[in-house]
C-alpha cells in the first residue's frame, strides 16, 4: 500500500540553527514528492516538489529537500531557522494510481517550533 | 489574482442540517479538489474534478456531493449534517507545471457540527 510517514509529531530547534523535518515513502514505482507548509487558520501553501533528476531540491522560503531513493526518504531542511518558520509541515506523495490527475497522499504533518 | 477563494470560514451546524461550503478559483485550472484535514490527521480527498461537469470520488465521499458547472467554481455539498463532519475543509485547484500537477489551497473552511 502506498503511504507517507513523517515520524515526528513536533520538531523543536533554536533559532539559527538548521533544521530537519522528515519523511518517510511508499510507493511502487518512481515517486512525486511534496512539501507543504500551513500556517495557523491558513490554507496549505505549497514549498518545493521532487518529480526527477537531483536529488537535492530547492524551495520557497529558503527550504530545501533530500531525495534518498534507498532510503526511501524525502526529507525537508533549512540551514538557518527563523522563528516565522514555526508551523505545520506536511510531505505527501502522488498516488500513482490517479491517472491523470494528481492525487496526494499526506502524511499525517509534523509541527516545527522554532524558539527564539 | 485572488487564488483559491472558501466560504465561509466557518461554521456551525446543527445535526441533520444542511449546507454548502462554496469553492471558487480565479487561475483557470481544469483539476479541483475538496480535502478534510482531521486533528493529528494528514488531508482526506472527499471529491474531486478534472473539469467542468466531470467528478469522482475520492477517499471519504460519503455524506458529500459536488457539482462542477464552471471552471471556477466547485462547491462541496452536506445534505445531513452529523458529528463525524467535524473538520477543517480545504479546497484545492490545480495545474500542470514541470510535468506534475501542483496544488494550491483555499484558507479553509471550519465546520462545527452539534
Known amino acids: 500500500a502506498q503511504s507517507v510517514a513523517q515520524p515526528e509529531d513536533q520538531v523543536n530547534v533554536a533559532e539559527g540553527n538548521p533544521l530537519t523535518v522528515k519523511c518517510t515513502y511508499s510507493?511502487?514505482?518512481?515517486?512525486?514528492l511534496f512539501w507543504y507548509v500551513q500556517y495557523p487558520n491558513r490554507g496549505l501553501q505549497f514549498l518545493l516538489k521532487y518529480i526527477t533528476g537531483d536529488n537535492l531540491v530547492k524551495g520557497s522560503y529558503g527550504f530545501e529537500a533530500e531525495f534518498n531513493k534507498s532510503q526511501t526518504s524525502f526529507h525537508l531542511k533549512k540551514p538557518s531557522a527563523l522563528v516565522s518558520d514555526s508551523a505545520l509541515y506536511f510531505c505527501a506523495v502522488r498516488d500513482v494510481r490517479s491517472g491523470g490527475y494528481n492525487k496526494l497522499i499526506f502524511g499525517a504533518g509534523t509541527r516545527l517550533a522554532v524558539h527564539p | 489574482n485572488a487564488g483559491v477563494t472558501q466560504t465561509p470560514k466557518f461554521r456551525i451546524l446543527k445535526i441533520g442540517q444542511s449546507m454548502t461550503l462554496q469553492c471558487t478559483q480565479d487561475m483557470n485550472h481544469n483539476y479541483m479538489y475538496w480535502y478534510r484535514q482531521d486533528p493529528g490527521m494528514g488531508l482526506k480527498l472527499i471529491y474531486y474534478?478534472?473539469?467542468?461537469?466531470?467528478?469522482d470520488k475520492g477517499e471519504v465521499p460519503n455524506g458529500y456531493n459536488v457539482s462542477r458547472s464552471t471552471t471556477e467554481d466547485f462547491p462541496l455539498r452536506l445534505e445531513l449534517a452529523a458529528p463525524s463532519q467535524t473538520s477543517v475543509y480545504f479546497c484545492?485547484?490545480?495545474?500542470?507545471?514541470?510535468?506534475?500537477?501542483?496544488?494550491?489551497f483555499g484558507p479553509g473552511t471550519r465546520l462545527l457540527v452539534l
Open positions: 474534478s478534472v473539469g467542468a461537469g466531470i467528478t
Open positions: 510507493v511502487s514505482g518512481n515517486p512525486y
Open positions: 484545492a485547484s490545480s495545474y500542470p507545471e514541470g510535468g506534475v500537477e501542483t496544488q494550491y
